[in-house]
């Protein structure tokens, strides 16, 4: 079993300064820490996005850590795809202005779910992240997200799907919902998606979460990983790539 949290699941700051003030290294992050626990009690790998201090002084990072069943960080991924968005109609974002970004693709890695590929939200709009793990063989690709209302009525289910049916890989999107802020909303939607395209659970909206106000709790979903329908999609549907037409990411 494995546990997979959203996107910056430690907080979101309500500005840039109270965002670089808030974050922690992991061994003085209470709420890292806290899941080091957890994890070793209860014998359960955790996969979930933080911020970490950087060296390149005003900015932090964003990035993805696994915990391992003994609580003990075995694999860390940093957002490569800087989410800046300036709509007419809508919210302007900056996350270079305050966020490091990744300079390298974290290889696949075995856990008790399968070959593990990582991403994190903005990632998301890139396939050539995608493909480039599925080259490198994965069961599952996850994309912890904090994703923007705006956007996210568009773009989110599409782009899910899209990453999956392309890598033939499950497709694991936990998300923050509803608000963080006065300025910060989250979309929610929480997906798994199956190989073939199929959406198999999502959870609740920031509708809902307004709806339910304050009876809203926190949501779980589950799904059992099936190698069998991955290894029957790859049979069925063979991906055979033109490198020799165009190159291979």
């Not at 568009?154 to 799907?161: E, I, N, P, S």
């Not at 392309?166 to 989250?186: D, I």
């Not at 959406?199 to 709790?217: R, T």
Request: glycine share 6%; net charge negative.
């Amino acid at each position: 079993k494995v546990l997979f949290l959203p996107e910056a699941s430690d907080y979101i700051g309500g500005s840039p300064d109270e965002s670089y003030n808030l974050c922690k290294s992991v061994t003085e992050s209470p709420f890292v820490l806290g899941l080091q626990e957890e994890a070793k009690k209860n014998k359960l790998c955790i996969n979930v996005g933080i911020h970490e201090p950087s060296e390149t002084p005003k900015k932090i990072k964003n990035t993805l850590v696994w915990i391992d069943e003994n609580g003990e960080i075995t694999h860390r991924y940093q957002k490569l795809h800087m989410f800046d968005m300036e709509l007419d109609d809508g919210p302007t974002m900056k996350e270079s202005d305050t966020v490091e970004p990744g300079n390298s693709i974290l290889p696949p890695f075995d856990s008790p779910v399968g070959r593990v590929g990582s991403c994190i939200c903005f990632d998301l709009r890139f396939p050539e992240l995608a493909l480039a793990l599925k080259r490198q063989k994965i069961d599952v690709l996850c994309y912890p997200s904090a994703f923007a209302p705006d956007t996210g009525k568009y773009h989110w289910h599409a782009l899910l799907q899209a990453r999956a049916i392309e890598t033939q890989s499950y497709v694991l999107a936990p998300a923050q919902v509803g608000p963080h802020n006065k300025k910060r909303s989250s979309f929610g939607h929480s997906l798994i998606v199956d190989p073939w395209g199929r959406i198999l659970a999502e959870l609740g909206s920031q509708e809902d979460f307004k709806n339910k106000g304050d009876s809203w709790e926190p949501e779980l979903a589950t799904v059992d990983i099936d190698h069998d329908l991955i290894a029957k999609i790859k049979k069925g549907v063979p991906l055979h790539r033109r490198t020799d037409v165009y190159a291979e990411v």
